[in-house]
């Protein structure tokens, strides 16, 4: 769905690029994250992949569109949709029906589809309740969830999730975690910037950047059984797979690659069933 060529970008005519040289290609349906220290580039790439940005040098073809031809810009847009980290500056309507009217009312979309598709979108997050609510009035994960309603109203084939949960409570985090979750089970493509190493245990494929380079891509478990890698760079590992790895040391004899509970529980059931 989207093909990133040896992508450069500079802030700026002159200066050190902040990408340098990215190849990257993101299948449709495919749910990537990518994580990387503080200032490595990962949100400067993300505005890359809706236009936001336009290449230094190389290419970015969304659905073989290229983004530096500005004719396809409306049409990436509409494709590729963007929720960023602070959910208070998403806010553009006095209601929540209105907010998430905003998006499909710009694509001239006649009046019963738009309202067909606020009432889906509300209603696939869950704030069939706020609908008529001032979106100020909403905790920071229910603002979050009107981001995704949004976007989701503009029925975009990707959705781009730069840190969504960095302002939420652990509550609005599972919320808004769990409507990722159902996204993808729809088929909808995903990349999700995260710092935070338990969300993305769920994911098809991890991308790890370092310096305006991928240093490392693969599976979680492939990605995170390159802990030396990782720690490195500053990055976490999942807490169940941290948990695991202490117990290898220890010399209980587990997978280490383990990354959720529900793994972790049968991983531990099975070595104890063998005790004698
Ligand atoms: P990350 O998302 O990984 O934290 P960013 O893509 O935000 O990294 O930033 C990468 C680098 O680009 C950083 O050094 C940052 O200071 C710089 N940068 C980001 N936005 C701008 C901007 N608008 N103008 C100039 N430099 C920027």
Known sequence: ???????????GSQGDPVLRGID?????????AVIGPNGCGKTTLVKHLNG??????????????????GRSLREIRRKVGMVFQNPEVQIVGMTVEEDVAFGPGNLGLPPEEIRRRVEEAISFVGLETHA?????????GEQQLLAVAGV?????????????????????TR????????????GVTLVHITHYMDEIVETDRVVVMDRGRIALSGSPPEVFSEQDILLDLGLEIPSVTAFMKK??????????????????????????????
């Open 24 to 32: 990257l290609e993101i299948k449709r349906g495919e749910y990537l």
């Open 175 to 186: 919320k808004v975690l769990d409507v990722v979750a159902r996204l993808h089970l729809q």
């Open 132 to 140: 008529r609510r001032s979106p100020h009035d909403l905790s920071s």
């Open 1 to 11: 769905m989207i093909r990133v060529e040896n992508l450069v970008y500079r802030y």
């Open 52 to 69: 936001l940005l336009r290449p230094s040098e190389g290419t970015v073809l969304v659905d073989g569109m290229d983004t530096s031809e």
């Open 247 to 276: 117990l290898r040391q220890m010399g209980v004899p587990v997978d280490p690659r383990v990354l959720t509970v529900e793994d972790a529980c049968r991983e531990i059931t099975r070595l104890l069933e063998r005790r004698p």
């Open 152 to 172: 989701l109203a503009m029925a975009p084939d990707c959705i781009i999730l730069d840190e969504p949960t960095t302002y939420l409570d652990p509550a609005g």
